[in-house]
């Protein structure tokens, strides 16, 4: 139903910042809710953070908690994860995900559309 494509991952210094991004084809981008998830070698997909469709209402993991912030650009039709202060376990392959429904505890089977994942590396 919509197409998800993420950008702006790569190598970082433990401590260091990155911007993420992620560019969503189709006309009715704003009606939906965003979020990101991640996952490193030999771990399960985990919800990182979430925005609903008017940028409203935020969500974060407890171990991301204000260290990122997920924003969005509704004329842009793009979705962003600021990462500050970058740990190692940070590192892994971050997911944009679109769906419509919303609460406390969101995971994957809140959201059906999903992009191919960008590559987050933190080096120490």
């Known amino acids: 139903q919509v197409q998800l494509v993420e950008s702006g991952g790569g190598l970082v210094q433990a401590g260091g910042s990155l911007r993420i991004s992620c560019a969503a084809s189709g006309r009715r981008f704003s009606l939906y809710n965003m979020g990101w998830f991640r996952q490193a070698p030999g771990k399960e997909r985990e919800f990182v953070a979430a925005?609903?469709?008017?940028?409203?209402?935020?969500s974060y993991a407890d171990s991301v908690k204000g260290r990122f912030t997920i924003s969005r650009d509704n004329a842009k039709n793009t979705v962003y994860l600021q990462m500050n202060s970058l740990k190692p376990e940070d590192m892994a392959v971050y997911y944009c995900?679109?769906?419509?429904?919303?609460?406390?505890?969101?995971?994957?089977?809140?959201?059906?559309?999903w992009g191919q994942g960008t590559q987050v590396i933190v080096s120490s």
């Open positions: 925005i609903s469709w008017s940028g409203s209402s935020t």
């Open positions: 995900a679109a769906g419509t429904s919303w609460g406390t505890r969101m995971g994957s089977a809140d959201f059906g559309s």
